[in-house]
């Protein structure tokens, strides 16, 4: 059976921001696309964050893909083969956990004391060094410019342009948009192979829109030799760039007046990446939003950093919610959105009525079917939507189940929707990925008490290892008792010291004096000694140093010794032995 699109369609892509969790659930997004003869399709793919990792390196693997094979001799198998590899290829470089590998190395530690530099450079270093680097050329040891990512079809006159040839195409070459923010006037930055800058969004805005606007770069070789070599991995960087986690990443010497770019994740501007594809004038959309939705509290807490957290989160929710719906409102028909929340049902609470029969009556809101309709468990599916927004190492259980969540969400909504028409190849045979291992846990309607574990853990960022094994957990207390008897053994003298140092009330009520002035006084004072360049390099340069040696020891400790474990732990390896284990003593028991 052969299906037509119209003419006019336009597919677009977007690959959410969510950090390494969403790039999992992109990849199994990507699989049943491929599988589905769809990718061949998609024109335009804008990503944000998490999304922009993977985006990059499947639109390198696309580039190469296009590059080496005329049009006509290009099939749907080859996508679901980029697909396979990246699966593979990316699940290696996650474990390396790169983001606990930017403190390993002590010169570049040190050169983030300059203004220049941060640990958000330093990680997009990574990413182009474990993922991008040797895509088109196994050979190659130099970072990828971004200027290097346009592509020029084999077969094709050097004159090719994606938005005026590829109505010509069967398979389209995509413009990849990698979405950051400008922190210094809240603007949207975007990166392509073309050039970097603000979008026009704000132009069309001038009525409230205030803010100075950044003047885009329509072409990398209109500015000097510094930046017309941007690096593919500094972009990633930028659009992964959590506030609060990682140093806003610095574009110096671009502008005029002094203005320093400070870029910060996209996702504070536009967390799904959906105004890319309505600026390419996309019609057909699918949304792979595997972002961090607000979560519910019955009782919030209302300390200070508590109340700012949560509103942080409502603001973020909010504007998730106006980026969908204005999507939703013009093209309700043509577009698929998928995430972690699908399928869950939301509740009503009731308040107490005088009538004792109504007490505490609560209900469950209508929705879309549950989450067992595409073959996922709903409590697996609750618990895939808490796991952790970040770059720190993933296990195969955790990498595999939201692949699999993907792939099998994408199976199910396209039934439903007229992207549907997209898919011509109707005979493409299903490819065998390495996530369907853990089918047999997702789906059952008892969840494994092991596999529950694993993804319960998911969601907390630190001693996750200990969470999973009880055993680990006592051998690092009584390591961690063991430091402690050996540092006040060691400093024993100079603690009895302190203990039989007689201090005046007079005394402590100056040094309580000069501590509160200090703190009230702070910003007047470093302001003021910032203005000296030798005390601001002194200022930046001395915690760098006592950063790199601390980084290079506890970070070097922690990736040979926890991270391993925690990857053993929540490795399918484990996961089967432990089951093995309980049906034996459920054996013997019966």
Not at 108 to 129: A, C, F, Q, V
Not at 135 to 141: R, S
Request: with cysteine.
């Amino acid at each position: 059976m052969i299906r037509i699109q119209k003419k006019s369609s336009k597919f677009g892509l977007a690959l959410s921001g969510g950090g390494f969790r969403a790039a999992f659930f992109h990849i199994g997004v990507l699989a049943k696309m491929a599988d589905l003869g769809l990718l061949r399709h998609v024109e335009v793919i804008s990503t944000v964050s998490g999304g922009s990792i993977i985006g990059s390196l499947y639109y390198l693997h696309l580039k190469k893909l296009l590059q080496e094979k005329l049009d006509c001799d290009i099939k749907d198998e080859d996508y679901q083969e980029i697909v396979k590899k990246i699966e593979v290829d990316f699940l290696q470089a996650i474990q390396k956990n790169l983001r606990a590998r930017t403190f390993l190395n002590p010169l570049k530690n040190l050169r983030m004391s300059l203004p220049n530099y941060s640990r958000s450079d330093h990680i997009g270093e990574l990413y182009d060094k474990y993922l991008y680097q040797k895509v088109l050329d196994p050979n190659n040891n130099s970072p990828i410019k971004m200027k290097c990512l346009k592509i020029k079809p084999y077969g094709e006159e050097k004159s090719f342009h994606p938005k005026k040839h590829n109505k010509n195409r069967k398979a389209k070459v995509p413009i990849l948009l990698i979405n950051a923010t400008v922190l210094n006037n809240g603007h949207n930055w975007r990166f392509s192979a073309t050039g970097m800058g603000e979008t026009n969004t704000c132009k069309s805005n001038n009525e409230f829109y205030k803010n100075f606007q950044l003047k885009k770069v329509n072409s990398y070789e209109e500015i000097n030799n510094k930046h017309k070599n941007f690096e593919l991995g500094w972009a990633v960087a930028a659009s992964a760039c959590v506030p609060g986690i990682f140093a806003p990443l610095a574009i110096s010497n671009l502008y005029h007046e002094g203005v320093r770019v400070q870029l910060v994740d996209g996702g504070v501007y536009d967390n799904q990446g959906i105004d890319g594809l309505l600026d390419e004038e996309c019609t057909h959309f699918l949304i792979s939003d595997a972002s961090k939705q607000m979560e519910d509290e019955k009782e919030p807490e209302i300390q200070l950093n508590n109340v700012i957290k949560r509103s942080n989160s409502i603001l973020a929710n909010h504007v998730r919610e106006q980026q969908l719906s204005r999507i939703f409102k013009d093209y309700a028909d043509n577009t698929i959105l998928l995430h972690l929340k699908k399928g869950i049902k939301r509740r009503e609470i009731s308040y107490y009525e005088k009538n004792p029969k109504f007490k505490n009556k609560t209900k469950d809101c209508e929705t879309e079917l549950p989450s067992e309709v595409y073959g996922v468990n709903t409590e697996v599916q609750i618990l895939l939507s808490r796991i952790r927004t970040d770059l720190d190492s993933f296990s195969d259980v955790e990498a595999f189940s939201l692949m699999y969540d993907g792939y099998k969400m994408v199976e199910f909504e396209l039934n439903k929707k007229s992207i549907r028409d997209f898919v011509i190849n109707t005979t493409l045979r299903k490819k065998s990925y390495n996530f369907f291992k853990v089918e047999e846990w997702m789906s059952p309607s008892t969840i494994d008490s092991y596999y529950k574990s694993i993804l319960e853990t998911s969601s907390q960022r630190l001693f996750r290892t200990m969470k999973l094994n009880s055993f680990f957990k006592i051998v690092t207390m009584l390591m961690f008792i063991s430091l402690c008897v050996i540092f006040v053994s060691a400093f024993e003298s100079i603690f009895t010291e302190w203990a039989n140092d007689y201090i005046t009330k007079g005394n402590l009520l100056l040094i309580i004096l000069f501590t509160i002035t200090l703190l009230v006084l702070r910003k007047r004072l470093y302001d003021s000694l910032n203005q000296n360049p030798v005390v601001r390099f002194l200022l930046s340069f001395i915690p760098a140093i006592f950063i790199s040696v601390a980084g290079l020891i506890c970070v070097g400790i922690y990736l040979i010794t926890f991270d391993r474990l925690f990857i053993y732990l929540g490795s399918l390896k484990c996961l089967n032995k432990m089951q093995k284990k309980r049906r034996l003593a459920n054996k013997q028991l019966s």
